[in-house]
Every structure is written in C-alpha cells, then in structure tokens.
C-alpha cells in the first residue's frame, strides 16, 4: 500500500494584501517605522479628526506645524534633542482657523475640523 502526502492549500490571499503585510515586515525589521509612528492613534467625529501622538522630549517652540489643505505636516525644529518628521494626508480639507493643537506631557493632540464645501453656484438675473 502507497500513502501519498496530502496537500491541503490554505486561504487565497490576495497579491495586494502579502504585498502590504511584506512591507510592514521589513519597516519592523529594517527600523523604518519608529515606535513613535505606531502609536498615533487617530479618532473621527461630525466636525473633527482627532490625531494623539507622543513626542517626548520635545516643547511646543520645537515643533512645528503646517496644514495645506488636506495635509498635515510636523516635524521638529533644528536644534531640537530629537528630530521627528511626519505627513499624514486626510480624506477632508482642514479648516486651519478651528483647529487646535495641545501638547501636555510629551503628547501631542491634533483636533482638525473638517473644512465644509463652500457653494461656488452663482445667480444671474435674467433681462
């Protein structure tokens, strides 16, 4: 009597998914992705995204932030004891005037309100 070994096939997984799993691997690996970067921890309302980072280490004349549209950038200054650069794109524009920033005992909170769309329909008279 012959026993051929039987082979079982595992879950299809799609060529995107192990493409993304891979690369989360070798950024573990490699140091790519700091301990910082992982704990971002991001929440979601009606009116604002709420980003909350650590920075420790850092003072609020260290950091600097600017919102273009639907970017936000931060990163340290020079001279700073450590340096950190970070982008994030949201899927809203940022309304810059009615957001805030708080940085208390090396976190950081990121309250960006949600831009709303402004008609640009204009009304003719009709003669």
Same mark, same amino acid.
Request: net charge neutral; no cysteine; aromatic share 6%.
């Given at each position: 009597?012959?026993?051929?070994? $039987?082979?079982?096939?595992?879950?299809?997984?799609?060529?995107?998914?192990?493409?993304?799993?891979?690369?989360?691997?070798?950024?573990?690996?490699?140091?790519?992705?700091?301990? =910082?970067?992982?704990? =971002?921890?991001?929440?979601?309302?009606?009116?604002?995204?709420?980003?909350?980072?650590? =920075?420790? !280490?850092?003072?609020?004349?260290?950091?600097?932030?600017?919102?273009? !549209?639907? $970017? =936000?950038? #931060?990163?340290?200054?020079?001279?700073?004891?450590?340096? $950190?650069?970070?982008?994030?794109?949201?899927?809203?524009?940022?309304?810059?005037?009615?957001?805030?920033?708080?940085?208390?005992? !090396?976190?950081?909170?990121?309250?960006?309100?949600?831009?709303?769309?402004?008609?640009?329909?204009?009304? #003719?008279?009709?003669?």
């Amino acid at each position: 009597m012959f026993f051929a070994p $039987v082979m079982s096939r595992n879950a299809f997984v799609s060529p995107r998914a192990a493409d993304l799993a891979l690369q989360r691997f070798l950024q573990d690996s490699l140091g790519a992705a700091s301990p =910082v970067q992982r704990q =971002v921890q991001v929440s979601r309302d009606d009116k604002f995204t709420t980003l909350t980072l650590d =920075v420790p !280490g850092l003072a609020r004349e260290q950091l600097k932030l600017s919102i273009e !549209g639907a $970017v =936000v950038k #931060l990163e340290s200054v020079e001279g700073a004891p450590r340096q $950190v650069k970070y982008t994030w794109e949201l899927d809203h524009e940022v309304d810059a005037a009615n957001s805030k920033a708080k940085l208390e005992h !090396g976190v950081l909170t990121l309250a960006l309100a949600k831009l709303e769309p402004q008609s640009k329909a204009v009304t #003719l008279s009709i003669e």
